[in-house]
């Protein structure tokens, strides 16, 4: 199979996939709050006293930004290795189909909160939020673009 | 700016990229005035680690001199002649305040796509790959440095370039696995791999105060450059039993530590190299860890392995049991630099560690793709491919 052909197939197949998905995902969009699961908590341990984490209540701004939509808990870390800072989301998260749409489209709202914790523990710890190269490449190809999509997505997502 | 830039499975290019910028408040840029590559360049460069872009700027062992800093650096001026650690760390978490440098939680910005692989995230590192945060590499005329007060080190003024470069990645790395595996007066210590890494492996475990190093290769010219500059014993695995070598060498007990500096691409004696090869292209595994498994099947009861070449993720007949049953300790590490790296300075300073000779082949950025060459066949006795990105 040469390249081009390969380049096509490989295209094509991701194109039929985010089609199934996306009819699923309507399918039980439209069974009412079948795509929703409780979240867990998501949880960073900051290396700072808990009083640093949050002096007088108040939350690190990322996590602040995200008012009502999620709860927060902070507990001391065992050994003196600084404060638990966790968050789940108060409504819940898309589930099944729909997680794998929300997550491919960046729509998971789990994305926007492991982002708010790393953010808030990298703020907290070093005092800035560390950016990525730019531009992240100086060639964009088929071939790396499952690649792009992971690295556009990978503040938001992993084990978090 | 000129670049040396990777644009697809072993092919790269000498190109023009944008500048770097100050991104971040504790940002420096430098101006590279030395650049190596490294052996685990070649994996990425190969296409065993799957995480490259056509454009990225390859290359992580390098030194020069600050030309701007950030707001918030504090420890470094314009000017100032700098080695610069290959991992990029906060150096205010938990793992950098233990001296984990490697395992930062703040240096790595696309912390999910290691986290999927291997569980949890380790820092970054220049120009290794976007699961290392795909930061630019050092194989350019200038190259931001984030963290900056943390990764950059002064040279002292009796150090040359050449000799300090080796301070960035090699040195320390080699240092690491010494430590680390547990070194100590009177040890019998086995390396394999008479590369850079390995040479200094062999090197920090004498000045720990090993009785005995014996560094183990294929390479004629790479054994006598670790006989003649090293001052350790050394091994041909190909033409000798390195397990019935090293038994008859340690009275028949094996080394009390042993230090891999080999990797992913290890080369396996016989047919069997062949069989290795089958496996990992088929994807059966992904990495070849001939090394590996030797050293543990040839260090003594209760000794120590320190695995210093670069895995990717999974092996085949990995001699689990051996660890077990016979007690052995066994850790590895992407290396913990910026702990070494002021020591390894005063040694240089003092002339305990040699490294100048590692730089075999020196030669402008222009002639990047020739030097990996050099590099990757073995050709023209080279150990390592040295540019230099203003010439």
């Known amino acids: 199979m040469n390249r081009t052909v390969r380049r096509v197939v490989v295209l094509a197949g991701v194109s039929a996939g985010v089609i199934a998905a996306r009819r699923i995902a309507t399918r039980q969009e439209g069974d009412g709050a079948a795509g929703q699961v409780p979240d867990r908590w998501h949880t960073v341990t900051v290396n700072r006293p808990h009083e640093e984490v949050a002096p007088g209540g108040r939350l690190p701004d990322p996590l602040a930004g995200l008012g ?93 | 700016m000129k670049a040396l830039v990777w644009e697809g499975v072993n092919e790269l290019a000498v190109t023009s990229v944008p500048d770097p910028r100050i991104l971040n408040r504790q940002d420096a840029i430098l101006k590279v005035s030395l650049s190596s590559v490294c052996g685990s360049d070649l994996h990425q460069i190969s296409g065993y680690i799957p995480f490259m872009r056509a454009g990225d700027v390859i290359g992580h062992e390098f030194m020069g001199e600050i030309v701007e800093v950030g707001p918030d650096v504090a420890r470094h001026r314009v000017g100032d002649r700098v080695v610069v650690c290959s991992v990029i760390a906060c150096g205010r978490c938990w793992y950098c305040e233990q001296g984990l440098f490697s395992l930062c939680d703040n240096g790595n910005t696309n912390p999910a796509i290691t986290e999927t692989l291997w569980g949890y995230h ?75 890494v390995g040479q200094m492996a062999a090197r920090a475990a004498m000045l720990l105060g090993a009785e005995r190093v014996i560094a183990i290769d294929r390479y004629g010219y790479r054994l006598e450059m670790t006989e003649r500059e090293v001052g350790c014993e050394v091994l041909d695995y190909e033409r000798t039993d390195v397990d019935a070598e090293l038994r008859e060498r340690t009275g028949g007990r094996g080394p009390d530590v042993c230090i891999e500096a080999v990797g992913l691409e290890a080369h396996t004696p016989g047919l069997r190299y062949r069989f290795e090869q089958a496996k990992q292209q088929l994807r059966l595994e992904t990495d070849r860890p001939h090394a590996v498994r030797q050293a543990i099947l040839s260090c003594r009861k209760g000794g120590s392995v320190f695995v210093l070449g670069v895995f990717s993720a999974l092996v085949d007949k990995f001699p689990l049991g051996a660890v077990m049953n016979k007690g052995l ?63």
């Open chain 2, 122 to 196: 380790p820092a970054g590192i220049f120009g290794y790959s976007h699961a290392m945060g795909g930061f630019k590499g050092s194989h350019a005329e200038y190259v931001r440095l984030p963290f900056a007060d943390q990764i950059a080190f002064p040279v002292p003024d009796g150090v040359d370039d050449m000799t300090a470069l080796f301070a960035s990645d090699s040195a320390p790395t080699g240092w690491m696995g010494a430590d680390l595996g547990g070194v100590r007066p009177g040890d019998v210590v086995a390396v394999w791999g008479c590369g850079a």
């Open chain 2, 329 to 391: 300790t066994l850790r590895a590490a992407q290396q913990h630099g910026e702990r070494y790296i002021p020591m390894l300075l005063d040694r240089m300073a003092k002339g305990e560690l040699k490294t100048a000779h590692l730089a075999t082949h020196p030669m402008p950025l222009d002639e990047g793709p020739v030097g990996y060459d050099l590099f990757k066949n073995k050709r023209d006795g080279c150990v390592r491919s040295v540019f230099h990105p203003s010439a």
């Open chain 1, 68 to 160: 009502d939509a999620v709860e927060v808990r902070l507990r001391s870390a065992p050994g003196g290795r600084g404060t638990e800072l966790a968050a789940r989301l108060r409504d819940g998260a898309p589930a099944g189909a729909a997680e794998a749409v929300a997550r491919a489209a960046g729509s998971d709202p789990r994305q926007d909160l492991r982002a708010a914790l790393r953010q808030s523990k990298q703020l907290l710890e070093t005092g800035e939020v560390l950016s990525p190269d730019e531009p992240s490449t100086t060639r964009r190809t088929l071939r790396s673009l499952p690649l792009e999509l992971a690295t556009r997505r990978a503040g938001g997502e992993g084990r978090l």
